[in-house]
């Protein structure tokens, strides 16, 4: 980050974890050695979505060990993008930014979003280098087509788990996907109130513990399922503009 760069007055980062036993503590230990470069105040929330390993135990066992770790808790698997938006929500800070829990990006890159925010209400990264097999890399190239095709939504890594967003253009949105269409949604509900949005370039590594599991074809399935509903919602729906 520029030394000359001014921090955030205070940032709630979030991460879902289902899984992720052996990244979950490492993950909250790169967060907390990277954000107080970036902001003023800061708050980690770790939102473990109905694991079935030890992940909630070791966030907690972690979070009982600093105050400004909190952990949230779904009883059952609830879905990547119901994880998102819980941990979005549970922050008490005027900026919001998420990642994935699996380590795939040098959470330090924060500091490349921050110069994009003060005249934007979201900041988004796409990946240069996607660390993933070809296939999941040709599927999202074929998905971030289909979205731009129907939401107009003119962004190049729509599922890219690096997103920084001032609060008050999240608050009062109410976001129904709770699967891999979730990014999809919230960015398109962003833009149509108006919303300014950026992109940055980041870079993205390769997974070391835990399993993907985003190319399921269950999971593959409940995005398109999704996609359809939301189209028709946002179809019955007039743009909120500015709040």
Not at 110 to 134: C, F, K, M, S
Request: aromatic share 6%; hydrophobic share 40%; with cysteine.
């Amino acid at each position: 980050m520029n030394p000359s760069s001014p921090r955030l007055s205070g940032l709630s980062a979030s991460f879902p974890a289902h899984n992720e036993e052996d990244n979950v503590v490492p993950m909250i230990d790169e967060l907390l050695a990277a954000l107080p470069q970036v902001a003023e105040e800061f708050e980690i929330i770790v939102v473990d979505d109905g694991s079935r390993d030890r992940t909630r135990e070791r966030a907690e066992e972690r979070a009982r060990t600093d105050p400004r770790i909190r952990v949230v808790h779904h009883p059952v698997n609830r879905g990547y993008g119901a994880a998102v938006w819980s941990g979005l929500t549970a922050g008490r800070m005027p900026y919001a930014f998420f990642t994935d829990g699996d380590r795939q990006f040098d959470v330090r890159q924060i500091a490349t979003l921050l110069p994009q925010i003060e005249g934007h209400d979201a900041v988004i990264g796409w990946r240069v280098n996607r660390q993933d097999p070809l296939i999941r890399r040709i599927n999202a190239h074929l998905w971030n087509a289909l979205v731009r095709l129907t939401f107009g939504l003119a962004v190049r890594d729509v599922d890219c788990a690096f997103k920084l967003f001032r609060r008050d253009i999240l608050e009062g949105l109410e976001i129904h996907c709770g699967g891999a269409t979730f990014s999809t949604e919230l960015l398109t509900r962003v833009q149509r109130r108006g919303g300014r949005i950026a992109q940055v370039p980041v870079l993205h590594r390769p997974r070391t513990s835990g399993a993907a599991s985003g190319g399921s074809p269950r999971v593959i399935l409940r995005a398109f399922r999704e996609l359809a509903r939301l189209r028709v919602e946002l179809w019955r729906e007039a743009p909120t503009g500015r709040h």
